[in-house]
């Protein structure tokens, strides 16, 4: 998804004077998670948009949100402590208190492994990616061949 300016800059009054020194944000959506009580406890949230000092954040169902947690992002691979500035209903939003942590794996669009690369992996196997049909003088009814090479989830002969 691609990242936005958030053209509306939706701000609750309150916030509005703080707004002139905070960073830009990016409009987002994604999926992301409040971890509170040493991560025993924990609420989904969508984060609505994201600079590099703070989110607002969306709650799908009216939650005591404590005043500071962990936000982990999955998507982007990170968690950050945060601190709960302000609410309105079922937004919130949130302060980072302090440094991005990589989670340990690596982030979902950097996973998905291209096709050449994987043609590439079975070619390093001797497997093939792909079958030949053929037809010959030898075979007159003109029915087609597979090649007998063993290929992804055939058995060799």
């Known amino acids: 998804m691609a990242l936005t300016e958030d053209p509306n800059n939706n701000v609750p009054p309150a916030e509005e004077n703080a707004q002139a020194e905070r960073a830009p944000r990016m409009r987002v959506l994604k999926k992301g998670k409040i971890l509170f009580e040493n991560g025993t406890r924990s609420y989904t ?4 948009n994201i600079s590099e000092t703070g989110a607002r ?3 799908s169902d009216p939650q005591a949100v404590p005043l500071e947690f962990v936000l982990q ?5 990170f968690r950050v402590p945060c601190r709960r500035v302000w609410d309105e209903g079922l937004l919130y939003g949130v302060e ?3 440094e991005k942590e990589l989670l ?5 669009h950097q996973a998905v ?14 497997m093939s990616t ?6 010959s003088d030898n075979n007159p009814g003109g029915t087609v061949r597979r090649s ?4 992804f989830g055939r058995r060799g002969g």
Do not use: C, M, W
């Open 45 to 48: 949230v969508t984060v609505r």
């Open 57 to 59: 954040l969306q709650l």
């Open 73 to 77: 992002v999955e998507l982007d691979n």
């Open 96 to 98: 980072f208190t302090g």
């Open 104 to 108: 340990g794996h690596e982030p979902v």
């Open 113 to 126: 492994q291209s096709a050449e690369s994987i043609r590439s992996s079975f070619q390093t196997y001797g």
């Open 130 to 135: 792909s079958t030949t049909d053929t037809t």
């Open 148 to 151: 007998s090479k063993p290929g």
